[in-house]
């Protein structure tokens, strides 16, 4: 029983949703709602949203994970979780984020920024889908779940404002989310399962543009694709100062200085990842997980003129926190995720 419970907590990602179900969060606190209850039923439209793309993900490549010797742990490729199991999983995932907006919007005016923020995150459910039906055979198919989120961040914004009143910080953060997905799916998840992909005939950017691992274990990471993921993250570099730069907005000297040292270090693992000569799975999960969470820690930081420093820090460790109070739910050991 215990066994299974692990299973189903790995199924759900419990222990990783407080920072992948924080995008809608993110564009809430960016026009201003500090409501802690406001803010906690955004996180759980989150929560939902995430568990349905995650699990729909596991169900629809069950058979090609089973190709892969390091993800016969997966509860759907062991069998311990049935595919039946999963998509009921992902019925009431949907069913319990529209009866959650449904419960929210309740008893309250209907304005433009509502029937906007329901239109932002079915099409982010949408585009979530089919980037899960086709991660695997369309190139470029990361834009499509790079958008989905990108709609989420607006979904947070709208749904919790009178009128269409989205402000910089919101797209920029949108686009940071947008640039963050493209990233870790079609960089990271291209350089993590490089040595399988190709034996599978994945068409992802990574194989297009060459990534692949010898029979000796040595990694090759083409030029173009070194390029590309470094002017992904040079982008974001730049859209994080532009409130400040173009549009006036309040900033303290400590918030830039650590912005530029956050910027800094997510380049130097960034540059750490695409110039690996052996491929470790162990090592690039490392480096993957160090990426994604400096990378994260650029918005609350921005978010320091809206929410304070404490509000910032509290955004800071809330993933941490919450990852080390659930991942021994999962079974399996702290830092050591199976990604």
């Known amino acids: 029983m215990t066994s299974l419970f692990n299973d189903y907590v790995r ?8 920072g992948l179900a924080t995008p809608a969060l993110f564009g809430a606190i960016s026009v201003g709602v500090m409501d802690l209850h406001i803010l906690g039923v955004i996180f759980l439209i989150g929560c ?54 449904l419960l929210f919007f309740y008893s309250t005016p209907i304005t433009s920024s509502k029937i906007f923020a329901v239109i932002c995150i079915t099409l982010a459910g949408i585009l979530g889908s089919l980037y899960n039906f086709y991660s695997k055979k369309i190139v470029g198919a990361d834009f499509l779940v790079a958008t989905s ?22 797209w920029v953060i949108a686009f940071l989310t947008f640039n963050q997905l493209l990233y870790m799916n079609a960089v990271d998840g291209g350089v993590k399962d490089a040595d399988h992909d190709y034996k599978q005939n994945v068409k992802n950017i990574a ?33 994080v100062f532009v409130p400040f730069l173009f549009y006036g907005y309040n900033y303290e000297l400590y918030q830039v200085l650590l912005l530029l040292i956050l910027i800094v270090l997510v380049l130097f693992f960034t540059l750490r990842l695409l110039n690996l ?61 199976r990604i």
């Not at 040595?218 to 590309?228: A, L, S």
């Open 149 to 170: 989120e990108f709609l989420m961040v607006l979904f947070g914004a709208l749904a919790v404002t009178q009128e269409n009143t989205i402000n910089i910080i919101t």
């Open 48 to 101: 939902f949203s995430t568990v349905y793309g995650f699990v729909l993900n596991d169900y629809l490549d069950v058979e090609v994970d089973k190709q892969t010797s390091e993800l016969y742990e997966r509860p759907l490729v062991k069998g311990t979780i049935s595919k039946k199991t999963a998509l009921v999983i992902c019925v009431l995932s949907l069913f319990g984020t529209y009866l959650t907006i």
């Open 207 to 239: 194989s297009v543009l060459g990534v692949r691992v010898k029979e000796n274990s040595e990694m090759i990471i083409p030029v173009g694709f070194k390029i590309f993921g470094i002017c992904i993250r040079c982008l974001s570099g730049f859209l």
């Open 11 to 18: 199924l759900l990602r419990l222990p990783g949703l407080g």
């Open 277 to 337: 000569k052996k491929f470790d799975r162990d090592k690039i999960k490392e480096i993957i997980t160090s990426e994604a969470y400096l990378r994260y820690s650029l918005v609350p930081v921005m978010l320091i003129s809206v929410i304070g420093l404490f509000g910032s820090l509290i955004l800071i460790v809330f993933p941490f926190v919450w990852y080390v109070l659930l991942a021994p739910l999962s079974g399996e050991k702290l830092f050591k995720p």
